[in-house]
Every structure is written in structure tokens, then in C-alpha cells.
């Protein structure tokens, strides 16, 4: 499988989450809301915590975006 096509992959996951978790939104923003709050309230370091999750996953993702396209293919 090429890197093409896997990074059409992470693409094709990535806006399928999207499109779902926008329809189903309203029924489980309440749900989040009741579990997610009382915990960042309570816990400064979970709101840490979770926010550096994000942004290494986000510089998880730009790394090996960036290591797909730096790496050419071999040719033998």
C-alpha cells in the first residue's frame, strides 16, 4: 500500500469522525458536558493533561505527515 493511499486513509478516517460527530452532537453534547466539567473544575492537571494530549497528537500527525513526503520511495 502506497503512502498516497494511506494518508488518504488517516484523511478519509478523519472526516468520517468529523461528519458523524457533528450529527451526533446534539445528543451527546449533554452527555460530555455532564462528565467532562465537573472533572476540569476539580482538576487543573486533567485540563493539562489533556490539552498536551491534543497538541501532541497534533504534532504527532505534522511529523508524520512530514516524514511521508520527505521519504521517497526506493527504487532498487
Same mark, same amino acid.
Given at each position: 500500500?502506497?503512502?498516497?493511499?494511506?494518508?488518504?486513509?488517516?484523511?478519509? %478516517?478523519?472526516?468520517?469522525? *468529523?461528519? +458523524? $460527530?457533528?450529527?451526533?452532537?446534539? /445528543?451527546?453534547?449533554?452527555?460530555?458536558?455532564?462528565?467532562?466539567?465537573?472533572?476540569?473544575?476539580?482538576?487543573?492537571?486533567?485540563? %493539562?493533561?489533556?490539552?498536551? *494530549?491534543? +497538541? $501532541?497528537?497534533?504534532?504527532?500527525? /505534522?511529523?508524520?505527515?512530514?516524514?511521508?513526503?520527505?521519504?521517497?520511495?526506493?527504487?532498487?
Amino acid at each position: 500500500m502506497g503512502r498516497s493511499k494511506i494518508i488518504a486513509g488517516i484523511w478519509l %478516517g478523519g472526516f468520517l469522525l *468529523g461528519f +458523524v $460527530s457533528y450529527l451526533t452532537y446534539p /445528543m451527546l453534547k449533554e452527555t460530555f458536558t455532564a462528565i467532562i466539567l465537573p472533572l476540569l473544575q476539580t482538576e487543573s492537571q486533567i485540563a %493539562g493533561a489533556l490539552v498536551a *494530549g491534543l +497538541v $501532541s497528537s497534533m504534532v504527532t500527525m /505534522m511529523v508524520v505527515l512530514l516524514l511521508s513526503h520527505a521519504s521517497g520511495p526506493k527504487r532498487y
